[in-house]
Structures are given as structure tokens and as C-alpha cells.
């Protein structure tokens, strides 16, 4: 699969310190389209229940963004506002650990799966606030009206996978770096590696799918817990290490097709002499899937190993290989191993 987007973002204060922004400078306009090209299906292909890359889209072009933003200053207390056609973001299931990996269960946060909810490249209008601390952290909250997803993703000619829908989804979140005033969190600032991360959030919707199908997808009253972890650690290999952990748990198991998800992760900067900015990570996961929506399905895990090559700044070679244990959970399926490569190139 390929990505490719386009954005303009208007405001004062784009090439102002932030430290010095007044009034307008935090105000700022967000149009973004995004094109994708390939094949979507490779999983089906494979057997897998969920795919091996995180771009998975229906190939066209999709609406990504179009709002009206307000990015938080230095200020000791702050707040931030997203609002307009939008998808889940700005803070919100933020875990950037996750950047680093390939695998749609493995890069995208808590692998939700629930139909209609706005992750990239979905979108629905909605609003997000958040409440900014510098010792406290961060307090999110959203909302998002989904009655309108798969009219905004066709409307550029895209035929996308989830079906018209009536329903909403709010979402809780706390966030917080508790290395933010140290020493430690300079050493991971100068090594660009995630910074250290505690979130906890839960979540509630309400959907009713527009289908005529006597297959249950999911729909109804959702709600769910979520939390992760990502911290620094000492290790005899590499310049500088994280660990993360996550996991999310269903409350309505009988109307979510995840039921449960535990993942966790290494990453370490600077393995190999000589290649300062390149970073090793490995990740692994494991989605328990409903007994209610998929009787005859137990679990799908997947073990990713990947090596980032930081060519510069704005390109990144990552080769990479995969291993699907149980693949669609089924229990008949052998394991499936596959390679690859994902180039990242920014203009």
C-alpha cells in the first residue's frame, strides 16, 4: 500500500515560538486529504484476521481532516480544541512507541475495533477538548456524531469498508510524562526516542448499522478501559532504550468484536556503531476476539521485528518480518511468517 497527503494549515502562529504566542497564534485551520494506492486484502489473501501493514484503506482519496484547531501554549495551564471533520487524534490514543511498528494490531493504539469509529483515515464531526497541566497532565475529552462517516469517507469516490451507521462515541482520557522535569527526559529528548508515557481513557458508544445481515459485526452499547505504559530503560545494547506496554479490555463483549488486547514492546536506538539514529524494535500482541460476535474464534498474536534505517530526516528505510501465531483464531492454521519492507519518505 501507498499513502500519499496533502495539507494546508493557516493561522499567526505557525512560524512563531510557541513560548511566545498571544490571541490568534494558537488558532489554526486543518484541511488534509489523503490518497491511497495498492492492495488493501492482503490479509484475506493470507488468512489473517487483521492485516500485516498499517495502511489497509480502501484505495482513492479521503477527506482526513477539515477543522478548526486550538494548540495549548507553555503556559503553565492550558487548553486545546479540535473541532470539524476529524478523526480520533490530538492527544487522544496518542501512544507514539507505536509509530515505530508495521502491523495494523501493533500501530494502531489498542487495535479498537468496534465499527464506524473515526480512525485515520475515517472521519466524523466531532470535537475534542483537552485540560493541560505542566505537573498534572493532560485531561481529553471527545465526542463524535457518526451518522455521517460513510457519507464523508464516499465522498470523494471511495467505497469504504464500513457501512452507513446512526450512533456516537465519546472518549475519557489522562495522559502524563512523569519524567517531564528531569534529567532523564532531556537525555530522551536529545535521542528523539518517545517520551515516557502514562494514559489512561475509556470509552462509550452507541451504534446501530444500517445492514441486511443475520451476522452479528458489533453493534449496540460499547464501553471499554484502556491504559499503556512507555518508559526508558538501561540496557547493555543500544544508546538508549523504551519499554511499552497496553492493553484494553471490553465491558460489552457480546457487542464488541475485540473482547480483550495485551501488547508490549522494545525499542532501542543506536544498536549497531556507527548508527546513531537507527532504531531496533520489537513488538507483540495478542487480540481475543468476542465468543458472543466470533464463536469459533480464540485469539490472533503477532510478533513483529523490525530494524528502522534513518537515511535523513525526511527518509527512513524500515525492513521488517512478522510472525501471525493462530491466524484468524481458528485454531487450524499454522503460523505465518512473512517479510518485508516500508519506506518513509516526507516532502
Known amino acids: 500500500m501507498q499513502q500519499v497527503a496533502l495539507g494546508l494549515t ?36 493470507l488468512g489473517t484476521e487483521y492485516p500485516l501493514q498499517s495502511l489497509v484503506n480502501p484505495t482513492g482519496t479521503w477527506i482526513t481532516q477539515a477543522s478548526l484547531e486550538r494548540i495549548e501554549g507553555d503556559n503553565k495551564i492550558d487548553w486545546s480544541m479540535n473541532a470539524g471533520v476529524i478523526a480520533i487524534g490530538n492527544n487522544l490514543l496518542d501512544i507514539p512507541a507505536l509509530d515505530y511498528y508495521t502491523n495494523y494490531t501493533l500501530n494502531t493504539p489498542y487495535n479498537l475495533s468496534v465499527i464506524g469509529y473515526p480512525i485515520m483515515p475515517l472521519t466524523a464531526p466531532g470535537a475534542q477538548v483537552g485540560i493541560h497541566h505542566k505537573q498534572l497532565g493532560s485531561f481529553d475529552y471527545a465526542y463524535y456524531n457518526l451518522n455521517k462517516t460513510h457519507q464523508i469517507a464516499a465522498s470523494l469516490g471511495v467505497s469504504p ?40 481513557g475509556g470509552y462509550i458508544s452507541s451504534t446501530n448499522l444500517d445492514i441486511n445481515s443475520n451476522k452479528n459485526f458489533g453493534e449496540g452499547t460499547n464501553r471499554g478501559v484502556y491504559g499503556t505504559v512507555t518508559w526508558p530503560l538501561s540496557l547493555p545494547i543500544g544508546k538508549d532504550n523504551r519499554i511499552w506496554i497496553s492493553s484494553s479490555l471490553s465491558i460489552d463483549p457480546n ?93
Open 255 to 347: 457487542n464488541n468484536p475485540l473482547a480483550s488486547y495485551t501488547a508490549a514492546g522494545l525499542l532501542s536506538q543506536g544498536v549497531i556503531p556507527g548508527r546513531p539514529q537507527d532504531v531496533l524494535a520489537l513488538g507483540l500482541n495478542r487480540s481475543g476476539f468476542s465468543r458472543t460476535i466470533a464463536p469459533n474464534q480464540s485469539y490472533e498474536g503477532v510478533i513483529e521485528l523490525n530494524y528502522t534505517i534513518q537515511i535523513s530526516e525526511r527518509l527512513q528505510i524500515q525492513p521488517l518480518m512478522q510472525w501471525v501465531i493462530n491466524p484468524s483464531g481458528v485454531g487450524s492454521r499454522p503460523t505465518i511468517w512473512a517479510t518485508g519492507a516500508q519506506l518513509n519518505l516526507s516532502i
Open 10 to 45: 493557516l493561522g499567526t502562529g505557525i512560524n512563531k515560538n510557541r513560548s511566545s504566542w498571544t490571541g490568534l497564534d494558537h488558532w489554526q485551520i486543518q484541511l488534509e486529504l489523503s490518497h491511497f494506492a495498492g492492495n488493501p486484502n492482503l490479509n484475506e489473501q
Open 161 to 200: 469498508l464500513t457501512p452507513k451507521l446512526q450512533g456516537n462515541l465519546q472518549l475519557f482520557q489522562w495522559s502524563i510524562n512523569p519524567l517531564a522535569n528531569s534529567k532523564q527526559l532531556k537525555e530522551e529528548k536529545e535521542e528523539d526516542m518517545p517520551d515516557s508515557l502514562i494514559q489512561l
